[in-house]
């Protein structure tokens, strides 16, 4: 590594992909740009990190600015930097993704943006910049991972039904599950917590709420249990 | 995200582990600093990612100017941007990881740095800058991506023996495999092919020789099937 610290430096910025289970399966969080370049176009909420703000600090503060969510689950995803991805020069973007239950997002569009939506991922409209190729990204770690990590359950209010985190599972991997084999699977795992409670307005033989039980996940990992969907 | 590109810009780096497997079991490669900060320290290959170049290139020319290194399997790993990870100020890094066959690989140490060399995972120096979590960082991918995806191969020959191939497997979940089971579930992927050579200098029962064929890994992966040891 030179100790030259005076060279050109490419702009940094942080890009987000919010994903939610809707009506109409998959869906992402984007907000139509009323700035050039590409006003009027769709893209991924984010901005310019700041000299003195770690990058999920950057990615979180846009995320808020842009959408007005807060607290969610957010994980770093890949960082992109074609020399050719942003007319206006070379800017890298660290992009993070992030999962939400759509019911309980509440949605604030800012000054920046001219309006923020959901969009289902099989229906994307245009996109500004290499934010399709963003979004294919995050939907191809979402994919992979919700197999071998508890991601299901931040799509789903903090009380579920069974029938509730499948179709989760179903939406994301894009395949019907056996109904009976899904839950001896995630019930054998004991990460479950039965809530006593049953799903409101359903008269007749009303569905069982569940909770994921994070703490006695963190444990079973630390002693060397694999989830495995 | 603001048009705004004159505000200050942090520094833009790539860094690189390249993992191998030695006699003392998974080894990295670092290079032996000879600028300031960190002069005398080991730390990962890397620089500066230069206005005109992707970001893979940076990672890739740097490993070649630092180390000698070329045509190496090499993926993005995770960007690395907390404040005050360079005492010369605000510097993210991209990392990136690499496999590589150690019997085969050529070493060369530049002017940039003293010296370069293999260092055991389990037995690493003093690192520069942050180096020590991302090679955690890099670790914790390796272990966990090793068991979907067909990496283990990229750290040994071409043609190899399934023996050559376990301990790849054993050094890098750290744990002994039973050698019926692994060989059995190995095989039943059909990704190995017999080259039909004996391994040399093995006089008594010389084991068989195999090669990954990752032509048709491709091809099953498009079809729908998942790698899983």
């Known amino acids: 590594m030179s100790p030259d610290?005076?060279?050109?430096?490419?702009?940094?910025?942080?890009?987000?992909?919010?994903?939610?289970?809707g009506d109409d399966g998959l869906e992402v969080l984007l907000i139509e740009r009323d700035h050039e370049p590409f006003a009027g176009s769709w893209a991924l909420p984010g901005g310019?990190?700041?000299?003195?703000?770690?990058?999920?600090?950057?990615?979180?503060?846009?995320?808020?600015?842009?959408?007005?969510l807060t607290d969610v689950f957010l994980e770093q995803l890949y960082t992109f930097g074609a020399t050719d991805r942003d007319p206006r020069g070379r800017v890298v973007s660290v992009a993070y993704y992030a999962l939400v239950d759509r019911a309980h997002a509440h949605l604030a569009a800012d000054s920046d943006a001219a309006a923020v939506?959901?969009?289902s991922v099989a229906a994307l409209p245009g996109l500004a910049f290499d934010h399709r190729e963003i979004v294919a990204a995050a939907h191809e770690r979402l994919r992979g991972k919700v197999r071998y990590a508890p991601l299901g359950f931040e799509l789903l209010p903090r009380h579920f039904t069974l029938t509730?985190?499948?179709?989760?599972?179903?939406?994301?991997?894009?395949?019907?599950?056996?109904?009976?084999?899904f839950r001896r699977k995630i019930l054998a795992m004991g990460l479950l917590v039965d809530t006593g409670k049953l799903q409101r307005g359903v008269a007749h033989r009303a569905p069982r709420l569940y909770r994921f039980d994070r703490r006695r996940y963190k444990q079973l990992e630390r002693d060397g249990f694999s989830f495995w969907l």
């Open 5 to 21: 610290h005076d060279h050109p430096r490419p702009a940094l910025t942080v890009d987000c992909v919010v994903f939610a289970i």
């Open 48 to 68: 310019f990190v700041e000299m003195d703000e770690n990058l999920e600090s950057a990615a979180r503060r846009e995320l808020e600015e842009e959408t007005g």
């Open 117 to 119: 939506d959901w969009h």
């Open 164 to 181: 509730q985190l499948q179709r989760i599972y179903e939406v994301i991997l894009d395949s019907a599950l056996d109904k009976r084999n």
